[in-house]
Every structure is written in C-alpha cells, then in structure tokens.
C-alpha cells in the first residue's frame, strides 16, 4: 500500500509538473503573439475609414444618427487591432493595441462638405492687430477660428466688430496657425473665444466621458508624438479626427500645467463648439481654477450655423452690457434644432461677469 500510494503521488507531481510547462509555454506563445501584433505597423486611418464606409453607405451618411453611430462603435469593438471602442454621446473613443487613442469628434462633418472658398480674414483689419496682443494696453480679446477652413470667418468678423468698437484690441488666428504652442503660451487674454471641434475622452474604455477635449487647429501628423512627448506622455493631448482630418486636441490637464492660478485675467473663455459645457468638472474647473471669471459653451450638439448665428448675437448682447447669465437665458437653446438635440448655452462660474462695465 506504500509504494502504491507513493506511485500516486510520484503521478500527481509529474502531472503537476507537465501541465505548469504546458501553462508557462502558452504563455510565452501568448506574450510572443502580443508582441508580434504590437510590432505590426497598425494602419489607424485605414480602420477608422473601413469601419465608416461599412457602416454608412452613400444612403446612411445622409442619416447619420446615434442608431448607427452604436454600430460604427461596435464594429470598432471587434476589430483586433482594437482594444475598446466607447461611444460618448456622439463622440467614439477609440483605444488601438499599441495603446495609441483616436478620438472621432465630429463624423457630422463628412456630410457637410462646404462648397465654399472662404475669403481670408487677415486683410479686413490692421496687421497690428492680428497677430500679437499688446497686454500692458487696454482690453484684449483672442478670437481663435481653427474651422474657418470648414465653416469659414464671417461671425468673427461681425464679433470683431463688435469688440472694436468698445475699445478691445483683437487678435484673430484662424487654421493652422491656433497651433499647439499658442495654445499653451498665449490664452492669457479678458476674452478667449474659440470657435472649433470638441468632444469626449473615455481613457478607460467604461462609457463614460474622462475630459473634454478641444480640437486645435494643427495637424496630428506622425511625429507629432516625439514632437510633443511630454505632452502626449501625460494626456495634455490626443488626436482627434474632424471629419476625414486629423488634429491636435488639448485636455484640461494641458490648462492645469501651462496656467497659473492667475493666468487669466479675470477672463470670460467662450468655448463655440459641441459638447464644452457638457460638464464642470473638467475643461471648465480647469479655465476657472486659472482665474477665468466665466466659462460658456454648448452642453451637447449643435450645428455651426445656430452656433455661428448664437455667437454674433452673444457679443451683441455683452457690448450692450448684459451679464453672462443673462445672455445664457436669454439664448438658452437658440431654435429648434438645439431643443431637439436638447443643448443649450450655459455657463460655470460668474454668472455676473460683464464685458463692458
């Protein structure tokens, strides 16, 4: 009985022992399967747009609503280069393999196809003005348009107006030139109003929105990450895609890290894009936590020319004298399409702040 239960034994150890290699080497094949996907140059683009022309054919892109964005999402989800795909309102988050996000801020976009050729702006006032803001001097204002290139400059111009006329000194930067190192070095302004893209980040993947980001209007090109790596190593920045266009966008925490308590002059920051209010406790805490007096934005969705329009009529009311909160009620959802996408204009912060004094 001995031996026999030794033999026993002697069989459950070499069992055990088989079965922990056989564990161990399925690991290794794991691991070694994981690094050979992550050394494969991932085709981002080129998945992004499969999955849009999958999901919205020639009929659909003319209906895009949230019923398909939630296919666009779960196609993304399984994808094998993809490591989640999260739809926040109608932003889609989407985490590769080899851990790089791209944000889809604005699909809408493919359908709007401006037809348009802008006319450029930078002639229409002196170039004193435009480029450089002289801070020891007056009132200042930055009216940044990174879309003129998709929505073009005629609400600036009417804003820019406005603020002339009640002694503001302007600097007005459109496209490319509202790039990540203004963004970082030059807001410190009374007013900040930048008219461009936003969205959702979901860094974990939960379904719920972690920070609004903005959209710039520079490029996300491939060296983008080694040109920005400490920004990009710390969430300061992630790619956003407008329409079939990749940008820079900033998170609050690149605010947090280039602004003082003090780095905004008791300043009204305007956000004229989707989704900027959408909550407090992110881009807005982070102007405000800088010394911004007042944030405004959209809570949700709007479309550019109700946000275009709501802009010039905005300013109209701030050079009459009306507070903040007094233009946000007085706005509020500014038609029906905003009623129907249930946005309004709000704001976190001073609800008295005025302009003009």
Known sequence: MHFRKNRYIAIILILTFIINCSLSYGQQLKNHSLEQQFNIEIAHKKIINQGIEIVFNERNLKHIDLGNLKKLEKWYESHPMVEFASLVETTITLKFIDEKYTL?????????NPTLEYEKFYDSISSNSINTLDLSN????LILNPSEYLYGNHHCKKIINKLISKGYNIAYLANEDVDLPYIEYNLGSEIVY??????YWDIDGDGQSDAVVIATGEYWTNDTEEMYKFE???????????????????????????YEPDGFPDSLVYMATCHAAYDNNSMATAFLDAGASAYMGWTRNTVF????LTSIL???????????????????????INCLLRSKLTYFGYGKHRLIK
């Open 138 to 141: 007056g009132q200042t204002a």
């Open 314 to 336: 905005a300013f109209r009311l701030f050079v009459r004298g009306f507070t903040v909160g007094q233009v946000c009620i007085l706005i509020r959802h500014s038609g029906i």
């Open 194 to 199: 930048i008219n461009t893209h936003a969205g």
């Open 305 to 308: 020319w109700t946000n275009s």
């Open 104 to 112: 889809l801020l604005d699909i809408f976009s493919l359908i709007d």
């Open 232 to 258: 990009y190593e710390n969430k300061m920045i992630v790619e956003g895609m407008v329409g079939d266009k990749s940008f820079i966008a900033f998170t609050p925490i690149l605010i947090e890290y280039f």
